[in-house]
């Protein structure tokens, strides 16, 4: 006959309270002895590894209804099933979270650059990039369908980001006209299995002419922050060679006003 202990007993063992105990016995993972006459209930040391080795798989991220089928098994090779199908859902949220991680240091890195490197200007390969418009300047254009498409994107964050846009022919005819929308680097979008849709474009990898620039709500946004850009193009025989894309960083709104911050791609040639 095993020794019994109380449902106190157990859970001061395990550092849990008794009604947690009571719930792994509603679902049927522990079954305690029950003296019908005081209606206590006993438990024996059988019962306390298994609720050690049920908050095992529940730790593996198993659910408690998951935990009980297992704790049900009675051949390895089934308990052996359900655990691949666990090790896969984590593999997957590991890659999730790498992908997670390389993205915020790659957005502290972006931000370093547009605190440390205002207006200077390097050569550098541009991101490539799937985006989409949701609007011109400052009015929102978008179709039904583009909606349907935005709320898509959306469901990607935290790997989207606010960009903007100036067409190489807006610039060339002295347009003051920008596209705004929201974008997802290549490298994201494969494990994020973003869709190719309709009014999805992208812009592959290009040499350009890197800048930081800050923008604000007081002033409007136009090509014109470019020209310090312009005028090292011109300097040194550098051609446009393609729309001007943009990567804000941050934003915030300490006061009044909407602040924020571009890192700019200047395709050249």
Not at 138 to 148: G, N
Not at 183 to 207: C, M, V, W
Request: aromatic letters at 10%; proline letters at 3%.
């Amino acid at each position: 006959m095993y020794k019994t202990y109380t449902i106190g007993e157990l859970a001061k063992i395990l550092g849990i309270t008794a009604e947690t105990i009571r719930y792994y016995e509603r679902k049927n993972i522990i079954h305690p002895q029950h003296n019908a006459s005081s209606g206590y209930r006993y438990y024996t040391t059988w019962d306390l590894h298994m609720l050690i080795r049920a908050r095992c798989f529940l730790g593996f991220g198993l659910s408690i209804d998951q935990t009980a089928e297992i704790l049900t098994k009675s051949s390895l090779s089934e308990i052996d099933v359900l655990l691949a199908g666990q090790e896969e859902e984590l593999e997957q949220q590991v890659i999730y979270q790498m992908n997670l991680l390389k993205k915020l240091r790659q957005n502290r890195a972006l931000m370093q650059d547009a605190s440390d490197k205002k207006h200077d200007l390097s050569i550098r390969m541009s991101p490539a990039m799937y985006r989409i418009n949701t609007q011109i300047n400052y009015e929102l254009i978008l179709s039904r369908e583009e909606q349907a498409e935005i709320l898509q994107m959306c469901e990607k964050v935290p790997f989207v980001f606010s960009t903007a846009l100036f067409r190489a022919e807006d610039i060339q005819a002295g347009n003051e006209k920008f596209e705004f929308g929201i974008g997802i680097e290549e490298q994201y979008a494969s494990f994020l299995k973003l869709d190719n849709t309709p009014h999805l474009q992208f812009h592959p990898s290009r040499q350009c002419l890197y800048m930081c620039v800050p923008s604000r709500s007081t002033k409007l946004l136009s090509y014109h922050v470019l020209e310090p850009a312009f005028a090292c193009m011109h300097e040194h025989n550098l051609d446009l060679a393609g729309d001007i894309i943009t990567q804000i960083v941050a934003m915030c709104r300490p006061e009044e006003e909407y602040f924020n911050w571009h890192n700019i791609w200047i395709p050249i040639v």
